[in-house]
């Protein structure tokens, strides 16, 4: 019988905790993004076939900024989310580019909130990225004109995955 109370007594009080989550963390800021290591595939003209590259990644850096948008919202299991637009700036690039959600409730969205274990999905016309706040990582994947070319003579854009870690500056 204590058993049952004592099961009782958990069960209502985690159910009062989940309604009365704190509001999670604010991830807003500029991020500075550094590739570690980068790999894929090319078509060679030359030798009329796709073959694998390795990529240079001294400059490959880019910042990444979040913004707040001041929206939170809560999901019907009682835990509430921030959302952000995200933007990746190359220094190799003048422009900014705008991340779109990648999370496939809001696919496409410029407006994103972050999933699990803080990890953002997003992506632009350069490549899908993953990043992790908890591990201050990050990977990117390109497909490329590998997936999107029949004619392999007219690719001239090489599909790859990279990683790499990204520490707050601002």
């Not at 009782?8 to 159910?15: P, R, V």
């Not at 409730?105 to 490549?127: H, K, Q, V």
């Amino acid at each position: 019988m204590r058993l049952l109370i004592c099961l009782f007594i958990m069960l209502f009080s985690f159910q009062a905790n989940s309604e009365e989550q704190k509001a999670p963390a604010n991830h807003a800021g500029v991020y500075h993004c550094q590739v570690v290591a980068k790999s894929g595939i090319e078509y060679s003209e030359q030798l009329r076939k796709w073959q694998s590259r390795t990529y240079d990644v001294e400059s490959e850096d880019f910042l990444l900024k979040i913004t707040y948008t001041g929206r939170m919202e809560q999901n019907q299991s009682g835990f509430k989310f921030r959302f952000y637009t995200v933007g990746l700036k190359k220094f190799t690039e003048s422009e900014t580019k705008v991340c779109w959600s990648r999370f496939t409730d809001n696919w496409g969205s410029e407006d994103m909130a972050f999933g699990l274990f803080d990890t953002l999905l997003c992506g632009n016309n350069d490549a899908n990225y993953h990043f992790s706040f908890w591990t201050g990582r990050f990977t990117a994947e390109a497909s490329g004109d590998y997936m999107s070319t029949i004619m392999p003579q007219t690719a001239n854009d090489a599909a790859y995955i990279a990683a790499g870690k990204c520490q707050k500056v601002d």
